[in-house]
């Protein structure tokens, strides 16, 4: 490959990077949608339903899979 065009795809790569890292720095965080499900695995005692907004602030790790 000759000097010029590795440079060219160099430049093409490094604004592909920088756009996608602009991207993700301005995107602001959005309240997750209200849900439910039919059945929760795991409940702390005492709940029989899980809203959302009592999560806040928490990372959430969710696990769906279909029962046969």
């Not at 490959?1 to 602009?22: D, G, H, P, T």
């Given at each position: 490959?000759?000097?010029?065009q590795?440079?060219?795809s160099?430049?093409v790569?490094?604004?592909?990077?920088?756009?996608?890292?602009?991207?993700?720095?301005?995107?602001?965080p959005?309240?997750?949608?209200s849900?439910?499900?039919t059945e929760?695995?795991?409940?702390?005692?005492?709940?029989?339903t899980?809203?959302?907004?009592?999560l806040r602030?928490?990372?959430?790790?969710?696990?769906?899979?279909?029962?046969?």
């Amino acid at each position: 490959m000759r000097m010029w065009q590795f440079r060219i795809s160099l430049i093409v790569i490094l604004f592909f990077i920088l756009f996608q890292i602009s991207n993700a720095v301005s995107a602001q965080p959005e309240m997750a949608p209200s849900w439910e499900g039919t059945e929760w695995i795991n409940l702390p005692a005492g709940n029989k339903t899980l809203d959302v907004k009592d999560l806040r602030g928490w990372v959430v790790y969710l696990s769906f899979f279909q029962k046969w």
